[in-house]
């Protein structure tokens, strides 16, 4: 069972950085990429796999990134699927959980920080930690991208609506609502949202767990 780690990328300059800290954690990472969000990867790096994708229509959400993805691949049924905005990263073992597990759909806990940068052009995001540990608590709204992992055989039946607000909520409410015995709570294991943004990650004493450190950028 491998983990794909699917990532509608934009933020070139976070390239290095990324790969610093995704290479040791074993997983298969897809950048997804139009044409001007084009970087060129080292080819001896076969944890990596480019995905070329046209450019996205007007006001269509990244989350087209992964439907096209689907045009391309398709998914191996009993591996999982991550959803990974390129500014989030795990913590420190997220994937040695996740390969104990055998739930088609993994919803875990995203921890978002300690404060909300002052950014013009960045949505506002607020720094509490979105936990959902019952099937009420999967709504829009209430939960992210990055909290979920499903298996190929349910992502290759289910499209992700690019044009609607809450998308991502939208998406596994009602991928969960259709599969409910085969959701698995893990509200202690986390992923860190917009972790390289700047000014996000400030004070390593308001982490949860000692084992977790501030952001580098590479």
Not at 13 to 39: C, F, K, N, Q, R
Not at 72 to 92: L, R
Not at 136 to 142: A, E, F, L, T, Y
């Amino acid at each position: 069972m491998k983990i794909h780690v699917l990532c509608p990328l934009y933020r070139k300059h976070l390239v290095p950085t990324l790969i610093h800290y995704l290479e040791p954690m074993g997983i298969e990472w897809y950048p997804i990429m139009a044409p001007s969000d084009m970087v060129t990867f080292d080819s001896s790096l076969k944890w990596i796999h480019s995905v070329h994708v046209r450019e996205l229509l007007p006001k269509a959400q990244c989350c087209q990134k992964f439907n096209d993805f689907l045009t391309q691949h398709i998914p191996i049924d009993n591996d999982y699927y991550a959803f990974m905005c390129d500014d989030n990263m795990y913590e420190p073992g997220f994937f040695d959980v996740i390969r104990q597990q055998s739930a088609k759909i993994l919803i875990y806990s995203l921890y978002r920080g300690d404060t909300t940068p002052k950014e013009p052009a960045t949505a506002p995001h607020g720094t509490n930690t979105l936990k959902v540990t019952h099937h009420k608590d999967i709504r829009p709204g209430k939960i992210d991208y990055a909290q979920f992992i499903i298996k190929g055989e349910l992502f290759k039946t289910q499209l992700f609506n690019p044009y609607i607000g809450c998308t991502d909520g939208r998406y596994i409410q009602e991928l969960a609502a259709a599969h409910p015995s085969e959701v698995k709570f893990l509200p202690d294991l986390y992923a860190f949202f917009n972790y390289f943004q700047p000014g996000r990650y400030t004070k390593k004493e308001k982490f949860i767990k000692t084992t977790w450190e501030l952001p580098k950028i590479i």
